[in-house]
Structure formats: structure tokens, C-alpha cells
């Protein structure tokens, strides 16, 4: 009962210590994030490097492709680039049954005491950051050196050793079926084909269980490791549900294979260790995982479009309809600057909503002109939100309350979201326009107003929907002001050297870059106006407060 106690125990390390760097990896994923992602990693198989170099970091596959799903549905990673990074997640999720097998989890004591020590010592932003990781990857490690030796007790109990021979995948296709639908139901439980691997290895090396029935567990754990990805798929965009998608089915066709070939490989590693001289069963787990998901990368890396394309048949694209109402409520007197917040901010973070999905459908709307019901709902929304800034006008203008400072901010905010459902209203008709004129955009034209959109929308939900304020965010801001400019004058050049000298179709096209910018414009001032209420600074004479970065 102790030694079943310390493995639970260990358990709960690895598992806390893992979502310790889960929740570190969550905060690198905003726009910037995927910005440096997209610049550096321009090849398909850097993508898959930079998916395993991010799993064997944060020792958890789940979180990569959690956030991944996350990153996907916000439109800051494609579908299409999302399958070269769930190849390198699932290649780096191999990491921890080596690291368990070739025994350096002995370290995690001493890196979990560097990393304490560091957070209390250090200043610098990086080196707290560094010290933390420290911290997580010490309790993960420490965590599986626990569980490594807890399994002893198992021999001690004849009953359970007699059904471990029972049940031995060397035995039976039945036995192997059993064990793999039970690593797939233990690991979608915990959340972590990692903590799997490494029970397993500690079974599998004193004997508790066979190389083969380890194998087994170790095959399920791979579809049940997807379970992760489902969950951060609900209440996601399309677009996330495919990455979801496509890694339940990416696993699927693992696991498909691994139980069609699971002697063969099995006997394979056999032989492959005892020819390297690593006649080790926690050798021939990690060397077994690490077949599994070469094999799985040989598969689906070639066939990565086709797959994209499947998950877009699969699930199809629905465009909700939002039917909240903009309720301002009534603002008194003795309303403080809490009661405020708490009163206005449903009402902004409505906005945002509302603007999020306006700014889609807008850019939907001028790749696919012919879908005349998006600009009904962005017309409908823009409606929605004039009204909401009225009633917003109203409340505060009429009120009698001292916190001029916080009625200002949400004034503010409510008059730049009334002109970004205009602007965004305006590209939507634009789409509309293009249809009507018959034009078709060229490769490079869609790739400039993809471009530009993603810029657009990535400002937009840093600021807007995460409500993060910076001077970096301000500058970034003004980075995005002045290559919308560029690309205007790109895209003059570009019109210029056609043969057709459609001014009708050249205006458009330079006019929805301004609409673009002015909504963007829009996002800095929200992010300058709550950096300042912030700071404690006023607002009213609007002042460039940031220093250039």
C-alpha cells in the first residue's frame, strides 16, 4: 500500500509538473509567437522540428497540440501548417520513455532546487522565466524517478502476477487488444502518454509486465493522448476543430498500423537490441515508441495537403450567428471604480465578440464574394454594435459619477468599436463589389490581403480579446500601420503593370488596405488608452505616451 501510494504520489508530480510548462508554453502562444514561428520555421520539415523541439522542451505533446488547436482557431497557424506540427509533437513525445529508459531522472531533485533558488535570486525577466522551466521540468523528472521504482510490490502479490500472465500480449491477440484499449483509457484519464510510457518502462524493467504487453499499453496511449486536443477543440472555430481532427486521426492511423504490425515490430526490436547490446526492456519501450512514430511521420508527412483538405470536408465551416444583446446598464453616482469595471466591461468584451467575428467574415467575404450572407450578418452586427455605443453614450452622459477617468476609458473604447464594426462593414462590402464586377484575385493579391488580414486580426486579439496592454503591443501596432502602406503601394505597382487598367478594381483593392489599417488604428488606440489608465496617466489630451521601441 506505500509503495502503491509513492506511485500516485510520483504521479502527481509528473502530472503538476507538466502543466506547470503547459501554462508557460500557453503564454508564448500569441500573435508574436506564431509571427516568429511563420519567419523561421518557412519549410514544412523545420515546422516538424519545431514541433518536436517544443514537445521534448515542455515534456507534453497534449499541451503542444492544446495550444496548437487554440493557435489554429484564431487563424495565427493554418490547418494546413498545423499537420507538420502535430508530426513533430508526436516524434517529440518519445522524449520522456528515453529519458526514463536511459535513466537521467535522478537529476530532477537537483534541477528543481536550481530552478527555486534561481526564481528567488534573479531579477531579470529571463533568467526567472528559465529558473521556472527549471522548476517544472525538476518536478517532471522527479515525478517519473518516483514512479520508476514503485511497481516491486506487484511481485509480492501472486494473484496479480497471475493475471499479468494471463493477459500477456505475447500470448493472445486478445491479450494485445485488452492492454491497448486499457493504455488508451488510462491515458486519456491523465492526460499524458509521457506519464504511460514511463509506468510502463517501470513495469516492464523488473519483469512486472512482458516487453510485449508494455508495447501494447504503449501503442493505445498514442490514440488516447489525443484526448487533450478534443477538449481545447470545444467552443473552438472551424479551423481549430480540424487540427483536433486530424490528430484523432493522424493517431488512428498509428495505432492502425501498430496492431496490424505489431509482432513484426515487436520481434524487430527484439532483435535490433540484442544486436546493439541493449538488451534492456526499458531500452526496447523507447526504442519501440520511436519506430511507431517514424513510421507515422513517413506516412502522413508526404500526404500533409491531402490531409488538410480532408479535415475541411470533414467539418465544415459554420458561421454562427451571435444574438446577445448590447445592454448597457444603468450608471450611478455611487457606482465606485469596481462597480464600474465590473458594470462595463461585459459590455466591451460583447464588443469584441461581436468585432472578432465581423473581422472574419469581412476577409471570408472578399475570398469567396458569392457568400452575400456574411455581409448580411456583418451588416446586422455593425447595426448591433451602433446601437451598443449609443446606449453606451446615454448611460455615461447621464450619470453623475466622479470616476471620470474610468467612464473616459470605456467612452473611449465603445467609440473605437463602433468605428471598427464600420470599417469592418466597409471591407465586407467591398467583397460584395468584387462579385458584382465579376473579378477573380490573383495568387499574389490573395497572398497581400492574407497577409495583411492575419496582421490585422493577430493585433486585434492580443488587444481586444487576451486584453493584454504594452508599449511593444503600441509599436507593433505602428509596425503593422507601416507595411499596410507598403503593401498598398505593392499592390498600385502590381495593378499598374496588368494589361486590364480597371481603376474600379484597382481602388477597391487599395481601399480595403485602408480599411484595414483604420480598424488596426483603432486596436492601438484601445491598447494606448488602457496602457495609460493603467500607468495611472491621463488620457483626455491624447499624448504618445510610449516611447519608440
Given at each position: 500500500m506505500h509503495q502503491f501510494t509513492v506511485l500516485l504520489t510520483g504521479l502527481a508530480f509528473f502530472l503538476f509538473g507538466m502543466s506547470q510548462l503547459g501554462s508557460m508554453l500557453s503564454n508564448f502562444s500569441g500573435g508574436d509567437f506564431a509571427e516568429k514561428i511563420n519567419r523561421y520555421t518557412g519549410k514544412d520539415s523545420l515546422k516538424v522540428f519545431?514541433?518536436?523541439?517544443?514537445?521534448?522542451?515542455?515534456?507534453?505533446?497534449?499541451?503542444?497540440?492544446?495550444?496548437?488547436?487554440?493557435m489554429t482557431s484564431v487563424g495565427l497557424v493554418t490547418v494546413l501548417q498545423s499537420v507538420s506540427f502535430l508530426v513533430g509533437a508526436n516524434i517529440g513525445s518519445i522524449t520522456t520513455a528515453w529519458i526514463v529508459a536511459v535513466k537521467i531522472t535522478r537529476a530532477g531533485i537537483f534541477m528543481f532546487a536550481a530552478g527555486v533558488a534561481g526564481n528567488f535570486i534573479f531579477k531579470k525577466d529571463t533568467l526567472?522565466?528559465?529558473?521556472?522551466?527549471?522548476?517544472?521540468?525538476?518536478?517532471?523528472?522527479?515525478?517519473?524517478?518516483?514512479?520508476?521504482?514503485?511497481?516491486?510490490?506487484?511481485?509480492?502479490?501472486?494473484a496479480l502476477i497471475g493475471f499479468m500472465t494471463e493477459y500477456d500480449a505475447a500470448v493472445s491477440v486478445f491479450s494485445m487488444l485488452l492492454?491497448?484499449?486499457?493504455?488508451?483509457?488510462?491515458?486519456?484519464?491523465?492526460?499524458?502518454?509521457?506519464a504511460t510510457a514511463a509506468m510502463v518502462i517501470a513495469a516492464v524493467i523488473p519483469g512486472i509486465l512482458s516487453f510485449h504487453s508494455g508495447a501494447a499499453i504503449v501503442l493505445g496511449s498514442t490514440l488516447g493522448s489525443t484526448f487533450t486536443a478534443v477538449l481545447a477543440s470545444i467552443g473552438t472555430s472551424a479551423e481549430g476543430k480540424r487540427t483536433a481532427f486530424l490528430q484523432v486521426f493522424i493517431n488512428a492511423i498509428e495505432l492502425t498500423a501498430g496492431l496490424i504490425l505489431f509482432y513484426p515490430m515487436v520481434s524487430f526490436v527484439i532483435f535490433i537490441s540484442g544486436k546493439l547490446g541493449f538488451a534492456n526492456a526499458g531500452f526496447e519501450i523507447a526504442l519501440y515508441m520511436t519506430l511507431l512514430k517514424i513510421m507515422l511521420a513517413v506516412m502522413v508527412f508526404p500526404v500533409r495537403k491531402q490531409l488538410s483538405d480532408l479535415a475541411q470536408k470533414v467539418i465544415r465551416k459554420r458561421f454562427r450567428l451571435i444574438t446577445a444583446p448590447l445592454i448597457v446598464p444603468a450608471i450611478g453616482s455611487p457606482d465606485t471604480e469596481q462597480s464600474l469595471k465590473a458594470k462595463l466591461t461585459p459590455v466591451t468584451d460583447l464588443y469584441a465578440d461581436y468585432?472578432?467575428?465581423m473581422l472574419a467574415y469581412s476577409y471570408i467575404g472578399i475570398r469567396k464574394p458569392s457568400l452575400r450572407s456574411l455581409y448580411q450578418k456583418v451588416t446586422r452586427y455593425e447595426s448591433v454594435i451602433d446601437n451598443g455605443h449609443q446606449n453606451m453614450v446615454a448611460a455615461i452622459s447621464h450619470c453623475k459619477n466622479e470616476n471620470e477617468h474610468i467612464l473616459w476609458l470605456f467612452l473611449k473604447m465603445s467609440d473605437e468599436a463602433e468605428s471598427m464594426g464600420d470599417h469592418a462593414k466597409e471591407i465586407a462590402k467591398y467583397g460584395v463589389r468584387l462579385d458584382e464586377i465579376k473579378h477573380r484575385l490573383s495568387e499574389r493579391q490573395k497572398k497581400i490581403l492574407l497577409e495583411c488580414y492575419l496582421m490585422v486580426f493577430r493585433q486585434f486579439h492580443e488587444v481586444c480579446i487576451k486584453k493584454?496592454?504594452?508599449?511593444?503591443?503600441?509599436?507593433?501596432?505602428?509596425?503593422?500601420?507601416?507595411?499596410?502602406?507598403?503593401?498598398?503601394?505593392?499592390?498600385?505597382?502590381?495593378?499598374?503593370?496588368?494589361?486590364?487598367?480597371?481603376?474600379?478594381?484597382?481602388?477597391?483593392?487599395?481601399?480595403?488596405?485602408?480599411?484595414?489599417?483604420?480598424?488596426?488604428?483603432?486596436?492601438?488606440?484601445?491598447?494606448q488608452v488602457n496602457l495609460d489608465v493603467m500607468e495611472g496617466r491621463g488620457i483626455f489630451l491624447w499624448e504618445p505616451k510610449c516611447e519608440k521601441i
Open positions: 519545431t514541433g518536436f523541439l517544443i514537445t521534448t522542451l515542455f515534456q507534453s505533446s497534449g499541451a503542444t497540440t492544446a495550444i496548437l488547436v487554440s526567472v522565466v528559465m529558473s521556472r522551466f527549471l522548476i517544472g521540468l525538476g518536478l517532471i523528472f522527479f515525478g517519473l524517478e518516483t514512479m520508476s521504482g514503485t511497481f516491486s510490490f506487484i511481485k509480492d502479490d501472486p492492454l491497448t484499449l486499457a493504455g488508451f483509457i488510462f491515458t486519456a484519464l491523465i492526460h499524458s502518454s509521457g468585432l472578432r467575428d493584454h496592454y504594452s508599449c511593444e503591443l503600441v509599436a507593433k501596432c505602428e509596425e503593422t500601420e507601416r507595411h499596410l502602406r507598403r503593401e498598398k503601394r505593392l499592390i498600385y505597382s502590381l495593378l499598374c503593370k496588368e494589361q486590364d487598367h480597371d481603376y474600379e478594381k484597382r481602388l477597391i483593392l487599395i481601399d480595403i488596405l485602408s480599411e484595414y489599417s483604420k480598424f488596426n488604428h483603432s486596436v492601438k488606440r484601445i491598447a
